[in-house]
Structure formats: structure tokens, C-alpha cells
């Protein structure tokens, strides 16, 4: 079974456009995180949630908006998407903050 | 925010070597991590050492602390092609929450 599982893994659009990008893990961890990773493989942290709640909000534009159902899942809404957000996204978990993290396998983003 | 720093940027060995890859880093941490990414996948953590401890292994890994240097090393023992990977090294700095990570150290192991 899949530990962190995210989807999709490729997702190919056009400027302008709103899209999604979905996790779930299955680890019963109380923490998850986005990340975006650019094509020099810099790894930023974009957002984290513990219990459904916000604690971690980068400096990040507001046309990204997590969105957590419940603890198992955490999704990422893009709006008005810029050729600058193309990178790969990566959902991950963790049980205690920031400690020892469980990464899905990442959604490259390409906005064309 | 602060950034840890990979040392070097990459690495070529023979299989069966030893890898040894440093990190240093900015922030008064809390704890240290290492992670692995092979091509096309996640990160996968490897080790995490905390701030009062200076050593530890965890199979063929080897990672050292030295606060009063804020670095950090990871060696790897009688590397394999599987081995191939980019490693990152991550910083928790406790207070904010955050963690930092480097920029990666690709590793490549020939056959």
C-alpha cells in the first residue's frame, strides 16, 4: 500500500488556467506538508497542516489554497496558473512536525 | 530562510567506496535529517540526528553532528549503483517549525 499517494502524477496546462492536485497518506499521521521542488531541485516548503489546521504558511501567492478535509488528506488548488509555478509539487506527512517526513512520489507541474 | 549548503555538489565513485557527503548549515537546529531522491520519485528520509548527539548509524550510513562547526556529514559504506541518488540534508530549527532543506548532492555509483 501506498504510504503517501498523490495525484496526478503529470499534469500539463495551459496559462490562466485553476487546477488541483490531491493527497491522501495512510500513515494515521497528524501532520502533512507541500513542497515545491524547481528544476534546479531546491526543496521549499509551501504549506503545512496539523490536525486539519494551518500552521505553516510560506510566503506563497494566493492563488495556492490548501485545502484540508480531514487528517488524511491534503490538496493543493492552484488559480490563474503562471508559467513560473511549473516545478514538481510534493505532498509528504510526518507524525511529530517537521520530523521525518513521508514524501509521495510527486506531481510535475507544467504550464505551458 | 536559511538554506543549508551541500557539500560537494556532486560525487562519482566505483562501487564498493565510500561516500561521504557535508552539509552545513545556518540556523540554531534542533535536529538534522538526511534524506535520499532517487531520479523521478519522493524524497526518503534516511536518519535524523538531534542536536545533543554528535554520531549515528543506521546500517550502512554513518552521520556526524558538529554543532560548534553547524555541519553536518553523511557517509555512505561500500556503495552500490543503488546507491545512485541525490542526497539532501534538512535543518529543524525547534522554534519555528520549519525545515530547511539543502540544495542535494547527486551521487553517482559505478558499476
Known amino acids: 500500500d501506498t504510504a503517501v499517494s498523490q495525484t496526478p502524477k503529470y499534469l500539463v496546462t495551459q496559462m490562466g488556467n485553476d487546477k488541483s492536485i490531491k493527497c491522501e497518506q495512510n500513515?494515521?499521521?497528524?501532520?502533512m506538508y507541500w513542497y515545491k521542488q524547481d528544476s534546479k531541485k531546491f526543496l521549499k516548503i509551501m504549506f503545512s497542516?496539523?490536525?486539519?489546521?494551518?500552521?505553516i504558511n510560506e510566503t506563497v501567492p494566493n492563488r495556492f489554497s490548501p485545502k484540508s478535509p480531514d487528517k488524511a488528506h491534503l490538496n493543493l488548488h492552484i488559480n490563474s496558473l503562471e508559467l513560473g509555478d511549473s516545478a514538481v509539487y510534493f505532498c509528504?506527512?510526518?507524525?511529530?512536525?517537521?520530523?521525518?517526513?513521508?514524501f509521495g512520489s510527486g506531481t510535475q507541474l507544467s504550464v505551458l | 530562510s536559511q538554506q543549508g549548503e551541500e557539500d560537494p555538489q556532486a560525487l562519482s565513485i566505483q562501487e564498493g567506496e565510500n561516500a561521504t557527503m557535508n552539509c552545513s548549515y545556518k540556523?540554531?537546529?534542533?535536529?538534522l535529517q538526511w534524506y535520499r531522491q532517487n531520479s523521478g520519485r519522493g524524497l526518503v528520509h534516511l536518519i535524523l540526528?538531534?542536536?545533543?548527539?554528535r554520531e549515528k548509524h543506521s546500517g550502512r550510513l554513518r552521520v556526524t553532528l558538529d554543532t560548534s562547526k553547524k555541519s553536518s556529514s553523511l557517509l555512505i559504506t561500500a556503495s552500490r549503483a543503488a546507491d545512485t541518488a541525490s542526497y539532501f540534508c534538512?535543518?529543524?530549527?525547534?522554534?519555528?517549525?520549519?525545515?530547511?532543506f539543502g540544495k542535494g548532492i547527486t551521487l553517482s555509483v559505478r558499476p
Open positions: 509528504a506527512s510526518s507524525q511529530i512536525l517537521q520530523e521525518r517526513l513521508f
Open positions: 500513515l494515521g499521521h497528524d501532520t
Open positions: 497542516y496539523n490536525n486539519k489546521e494551518l500552521i
Open positions: 540556523t540554531s537546529i534542533n535536529n
Open positions: 540526528i538531534r542536536s545533543n548527539e
Open positions: 534538512a535543518e529543524g530549527d525547534g522554534a519555528n517549525s520549519k525545515l530547511t
